[in-house]
């Protein structure tokens, strides 16, 4: 999901967790990272160019079942 800082995205992450989900969040600044941790996301990374590179790179990654859009847009 990205938003993963937002209310929406803690909500995300809340429900996620309940289910036995694992949860990938993005975030636009590194500083929001530590706030999706403690939440419950799994991996939180900074939305960017290498972000498809870091999230293929974490352990045991597996293509997402489910992809949440909160920002919208181009």
């Known amino acids: ?3 993963g800082s937002s209310a ?3 909500c995300v992450i ?8 694992r949860k990938l969040s993005f975030v636009r600044r590194a500083e929001s990272i530590a706030a999706c941790e ?22 045991d990654f597996q293509p997402a079942a489910l992809a949440l ?5 181009e």
């Open 1 to 3: 999901q990205n938003a």
């Open 8 to 10: 929406a995205g803690h």
């Open 14 to 21: 809340a429900v996620a967790r309940h289910l036995g989900l």
């Open 38 to 59: 403690a939440a419950g996301a799994d991996a939180v990374l900074v939305d960017d160019a290498s972000a498809t590179d870091a999230a293929r790179a974490i352990p």
């Open 69 to 73: 859009n909160a920002v919208g847009g």
